[in-house]
């Protein structure tokens, strides 16, 4: 069971991390294991008080103030953290999910029609090596470290989820601009925009009415992998050798 999901769509956190690509945090204390419905069942309704509140839902705040406390000590870790909590191995086994669900749901259609997956599939295995090396390189830094030379590893690992940002943005939805988490228009399971590009072909790739959605199709290949590749080159400059 995964306890921490991909962000999905419906949230006021959607802007930051699919149009400007600022990693973001959402905690949410569900009722997963009682209702069906995750949120109280007169979430955004007008019947949404604190009488609400009070009465039925939390009387005592006791989940108010645990969630008041979580977050203080995550704005407080995040402020004390001396390298940023973000795990650039964790983000590329993402990205190496997309694409084994990519290959294993789609393979033998890319083929068919001889279109070849090697670039995406090179790109994702140099985002995961960019990320390892990175972290060997992160974990031998001591405590001792220059304030400039840790400066510049939070550096990368902020400009590494900006990596993902197309200006140009995700094809039919312009407002989203990031190209691994503006979950596609049906699944967070693989890359958005060449994920909705694979629905929009349909079971039949050799139909020739679909000339144009395999163009399309093609253009995602291409603009995926190069913003992974350009995620890989944002963890892999030589940081060490720079000082
Ligand atoms: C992956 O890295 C290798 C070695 O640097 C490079 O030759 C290759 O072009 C990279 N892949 C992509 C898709 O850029
Ligand atoms: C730095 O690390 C050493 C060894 O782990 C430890 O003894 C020392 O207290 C640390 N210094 C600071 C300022 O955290």
Partial sequence: ???????????????????????ILDLALVHRYTYTYPNFPLYHTAYETFHLQKSFIDPDFQFHRLMSQLWGNVALSLAESWILPIDP??????????YNWLENGYGDKFEGSAISLDALESAVANFSQAAMVFEEELSSLGNETDPLVARMYNDQLMQMERAFIDPLGIPYRKFYRHTILSSGLYTTDTFPALGDAVRRMGSDWTDPGKADKLEELKEQLSIITFFIQSAANTLAKPASTVF
Avoid at 9 to 14: E, F, I, K, L
Avoid at 89 to 98: C, K, N, P
């Fill in 1 to 23: 069971m995964n306890l921490i999901d991909l962000p999905a769509s419906a949230s006021d956190y959607v802007p930051f991390v699919r149009r400007i690509g600022v990693p």
């Fill in 89 to 98: 191995s964790e983000y590329a086994d993402t990205v190496q999910e997309m």
